[in-house]
């Protein structure tokens, strides 16, 4: 089992930054790529970003390319993604989640964290 545990969100004006972070713990030598989701009220859950095992290959959202980064930190078992220029359409709880699987992009994510609200005011 792998437990993810997603921190760094809360509150900023538009235009402003935040950098949020997944911790992992246990079995987490079976995870390959790591990804962030994210759900607005009313919506569905959508996909952000991606990165794999060797911290080089991402994929993003189109709607958060150029202003969201994804990196990983291996021996910190850490996922972090970095946000700017944030607008209110990015207001959302967002989540992390681990694949064990080894296609890219993944289609099954095996394991979630429970979300870390991220709200931007206009």
């Known amino acids: 089992q792998v437990q993810l545990v997603e921190s760094g969100g809360g509150l900023v004006q538009a235009g402003g930054s935040l950098r949020l972070s997944c911790a992992a713990s246990?079995?987490?030598?079976?995870?390959?790529?790591v990804g962030w989701f994210r759900q607005a009220p009313g919506k569905e859950r959508e996909f952000v970003s991606a990165?794999?095992?060797?911290?080089?290959?991402?994929y993003y959202n189109d709607s958060v390319k150029g202003r969201f980064t994804i990196s990983r930190d291996n021996a910190k078992n850490a996922v972090y993604m970095q946000m700017i220029s944030l607008n209110p359409e990015d207001t959302a709880v967002y989540y992390c989640?681990?694949?064990?699987?080894?296609?890219?992009?993944?289609?099954?994510?095996?394991?979630w964290g429970q979300g870390t609200q991220v709200t931007v005011s206009s």
């Open positions: 989640a681990a694949s064990s699987t080894l296609s890219w992009p993944p289609k099954l994510y095996d394991y």
């Open positions: 246990g079995r987490t030598s079976s995870i390959d790529a």
């Open positions: 990165i794999r095992r060797n911290g080089i290959i991402t």
